[in-house]
Every structure is written in C-alpha cells, then in structure tokens.
C-alpha cells in the first residue's frame, strides 16, 4: 500500500543523522597510557610484595610519632613554618612584579608577534626548571639561607604567573580594547581600559594559587637546608626525633590548610565580584530561562 | 563633512566588501546605512575612522585624508569620531562613570588615565554626558549590572564624552528588543538634533531606517544602490536594495509580533 508522504516526513527523510565518528585520538592515548603503565610496573624493580605491609607500618610509624610528644618543640616548628610561609610570600612578590608587565609582552591579542614568542620561551624556560634544581644553582650565589629558595622560587613563579596569565589576556573580549582604539587611546590606554579589567581578577586569582603551591614548595626546598620547616623536618629525621617529625608534619599540615582555605575564599570573592552581585547575575540568569519559556 | 571619493576595499581574503564608493556627508546629517548581511555596512562605518583601511581611493573627513594618517593623527582623528557598537563594548568589571570617562582617554595626560585620576572637568562632563541619555542616577553601578538598553546609553554617553563632531554607529540596537530599539534610535535623533553631531547608523529595519532617517543610503555587495532622504525609502526601493522582496525580519514590528 503506497500512499504519498506528507511534507512533514519528506523533511524528516531527508535529514540524515551521521555515524558516531570514532574518537581514533583518544583510543590512542587512552592504549598508550594504559601499556605504559603496564611497562613500568613491571620494570621498575619495585618489591610489591611488601605493599601489603603498609598498614602495619604505617601504625608502628605513627605510634614512634605520638609515642613522647611534648610542647617544646612546638614553637621552634612554628616558627619554622613561618619562615617557610615568608619565604613563598617573597618567592611571589618576586613573580608578581617581574611578571606583571612581562604578561603583555606575551599576549598575541595586545603585543607584536615576534616580541611575543621570543618572551614566551623565555618564560617556558622559566617553568621548565624545577624550584629545586634552580634552588641547589643559586646556593653558589647566595648560600645556604632562605634567600636562595625565595629567587629560586620567584623564577619558578615568573615562568608560571606570566604563561598562564598571558592566557587570560588573551582570552579575553575584543570589545572594550577596540572602543579604546577607536576613541583614539594609545597603547598604555588600551592595556589599562581595555584589557586590565577584564583579566586583572582571574591573574590576582592566580596570584595567590600561586602563592599557595610555593608554600608546598619552600616546606620541600627546606630540604636542602636553606631553611623553613624541611631543614626543621630534615634535621629532626637525622637525629631519630621522632615526635618531632609528627609535630613538623601537623604544623605542615595544619597551617597550609588554613592558609589554602583562607586563600581561595578570597580568590572566590575576586572573581565573582562583590557579594551581592552574584545573587543579581544569578536572578538574570533565571529571568532570561523565564521569558524563554514563555516563547 | 566626511567624503568618500571611489573608496575601495578588499579584505586579506579577496572579499571585495567595498567598490568605488563616493559620496559626501554634509555636516549635521543624520544617515541611516541599509544592506543585507554582507552588503558592506560595518566596513564602510569602520573606513571613516581609519579601523578599517581601504585599499584604494579615499575618505575625508573634516579635512583629514584618512588613508595618508600617520599612527599620531590617526589617534586625534579618532579622537574627533564617537563610536557605538552592537556588542556595547563597554569595560563590564567597572563602573559606568569610568566607562564614560573612557571617551576622555585622548584628552587626558596619560598619567591621569592610567592611574583613573581624572580632573573634576572630566568628571563633570561625563556626568553631563550620562543625563543627556538619562542615566546618571547609574554612574557608580558596575556595568554588568545594566541591561543591554541601558548598557546601550551609556555606550552613546562615552561616545559624547569625547566631544565628537561625528558619531558612527554600527547596528546599535541588533541586540535590543524593539521597545529598547526605540529609545536608543530616539537618543541618537535627539544628539543629532540638538548638538549638531553628524551622526552615520548602520541598521538592517527599514521601518526604523525611515522613520528616524534624514537620509538613507543603500548599499549591495558593497556598491552604492540608492542614496535619497528617508521619505524616498519606500517598499519597492528596499527590494531593490536587498535585491529580494521584503519578509517579516526585515521590520521591526514585524519581530516584535513574533
Ligand atoms: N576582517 C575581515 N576579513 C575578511 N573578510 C571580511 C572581514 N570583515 C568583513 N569581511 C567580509 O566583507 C564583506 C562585508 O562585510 P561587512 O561586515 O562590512 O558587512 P555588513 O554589511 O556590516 O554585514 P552585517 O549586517 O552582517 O554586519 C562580507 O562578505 C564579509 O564576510
Ligand atoms: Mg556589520
């Protein structure tokens, strides 16, 4: 039985709905990591069997930890901790102010392309170089003291705060720097009206991201013995402290909590503006879902 | 007066987007550009303000030959042409003085711009600026916080603060529903009016192109197709201009129907 179709079936015939592409990329990643792993396991001369007895371990280290520990030490790692916790803060202030102008000179949308990618290797090569290997160049130059890991952080933190915040710059709106142009503003207008605005919260975002990982890596340059909590933590190790160690290790803990809890609040504020334009974004958003609907 | 004598320009990738175009603007004119999508609107609103640069032939405006400004001239050209933009374009993260205060930049020592300290006779003026689109009472509220009618005025305010003597204006109401659309077109009639500014609008409503129009010119595949006063712009001339006949999305009360 043959009937003629509807303009409505004519249509939906017409359309074809394609085949599921086949993700050739990620299959390939997804076998390469797998047999990787596979090819390490298996090469790395490791003695799993004594995987198994970590739990009894890690209770007997534990037990040594808290077995005499006493409040005396309390202050000396404290203050440690301190020296760690200050060190990371000039570490950034060092990035902060080498980075910030280096930022544009790495953004394809504000700075000429040659200058751009000469300044981005630059800052690659920043990053590249772990804050320990840069740490253990610099004792030569500055000793064995806190100095040392604050530059050696600090290059580490130019390489990171220029690369990623160039990215922010860079993905920026167009807009606002063309109303500046076409105002008849210069270069340093533009970069003040039309790009700082739109980037500077995400980059002070970064700022103190940053500033929280370089607390994370001064406790481990300590290690080195230019001080902080790691030389506290290195020396205790050396002499069979053993509550000492525990108390290192809370006060490690302890203290980068309460710093990265109080740093991403803040982090949270800056982007999102005060708070209660939030709720008013929010109401936007869910007047325009509204009238959409009644369409 | 701005004069364009056989301007032409042809985009990196081979699009011819404007063909010998010649015409003059006298001074105080309002003008309404119409064309289809493509039709070269944007370029030849861009080609008065040098962002666009043409590839032959000339614009002057007020004296200064456009295509032969150095990079100094060009900036005080610009500084003499107010712009609005469909997007609005204002710096969302800030308050709406300071987005006005943005059409002071060429004016101002730099030192003032970079640092915001601006003179109270900038200040001033841009507080003049924002009640002649009447919206002053929003001068320290950031700008994300505006609707897009009111981000729109603000957008023509900053264009005022630069004390122009041409405003150009490309689609300033595509993104506004057509209650707003009036009120926008009403404002720029208004500055056109009482301030003498000569004003150029880039629209794609032939009922908004004639109403507020004192003169329409109509361009297709970037060729000069119809130049007359807005009460010559009738249906059968915008056919001829879009080349096709007329559908609903073609007028603005058409949209507002849907
Ligand atoms: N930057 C560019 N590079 C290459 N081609 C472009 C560029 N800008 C515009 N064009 C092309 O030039 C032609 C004219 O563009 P123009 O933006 O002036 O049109 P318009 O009339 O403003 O259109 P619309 O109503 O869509 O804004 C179009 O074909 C467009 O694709
Ligand atoms: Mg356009």
Known sequence: MTR???????????????????????????????AAFAWSALTIDARWDRLAQIPERTWNFLGLLIQDASLG?????????????????????????ISFPLIFLASVNVANRWVVLVVRQVLNLFRAIPEIVLAIAFIPFFGLNPVTAAVAMGVSSIGTLGKLSAEIVEGIDRGPMEAVAASGGGWLAKL?????????????????????????????????????????????????????IGLGLLVVIVVTMLIDGASARLRRRIINGPPGELDQKREAAARVQISGDET | MITFDKASVTYPGGVRALKDLSLTVGDGEFVV??????????????????????????????????????????RDLRAEVGMIFQAFNLVKRTTVLNNVLMGRLHRVPLWRSLLGAYAAGDRELAMQCLELVEIVEKAYVRASNLSG?????????????????????????????????????????????????????????????????????????????????GSDADESVFEDIYGRSLTADDVLEGQAQL
């Not at chain 1, 085949?19 to 997804?30: D, I, M, S």
């Not at chain 1, 309390?74 to 990371?88: G, K, N, Q, T």
């Not at chain 2, 944007?42 to 456009?66: C, E, F, K, Q, Y």
């Not at chain 2, 926008?184 to 009922?207: A, P, S």
């Open chain 1, 4 to 34: 003629t179709e509807t303009p409505a079936e004519e249509r939906l015939r017409e359309q074809l709905r394609p085949e599921k592409p086949f993700a050739r990329f990620r299959w390939t990643v997804t076998i390469l990591l797998a």
């Open chain 1, 73 to 97: 030490p309390l202050v000396i790692a404290l203050e440690a901790m301190w020296e760690s916790v200050a060190i990371a803060w000039v570490a950034t202030l060092i990035g902060v102010v």
């Open chain 2, 33 to 74: 550009i119409v064309g289809l999508s493509g039709a070269g609107k944007s370029t030849m609103i861009r080609a008065v303000n040098g962002l666009v640069p043409l590839t032959s032939g000339s614009v002057t405006v007020n004296d200064w030959s456009v295509p032969e400004l150095g990079r100094r001239q060009m």
């Open chain 1, 192 to 244: 003040r009206w039309g790009v700082l605005p739109q980037a500077m919260p995400e980059i002070a975002a970064f700022w103190l991201y940053r500033f929280e990982i370089n607390i994370r890596v001064s406790a481990v340059l300590g290690v080195l013995g230019i001080g902080g909590i790691g030389t506290f933590l290195t020396q205790a190790a050396q002499r069979n402290y053993y509550d000492r």
């Open chain 2, 149 to 229: 009618g009111q981000q729109q005025r603000v957008g023509i305010a900053r264009a005022l603060a630069q004390e122009p003597k041409v405003i150009l204006a490309d689609e300033p109401v595509a993104s506004l529903d057509p209650p707003t659309s009036h009120v926008v077109m009403k404002y720029l009639q208004r500055i056109n009016r009482e301030l003498g500014i000569t004003t150029l609008v880039n629209l794609h409503f032939l009922d908004l192109a004639r109403m507020y129009a004192d003169r329409v010119i109509g361009l297709r595949e970037g060729e000069l197709v119809f130049d007359g006063p």
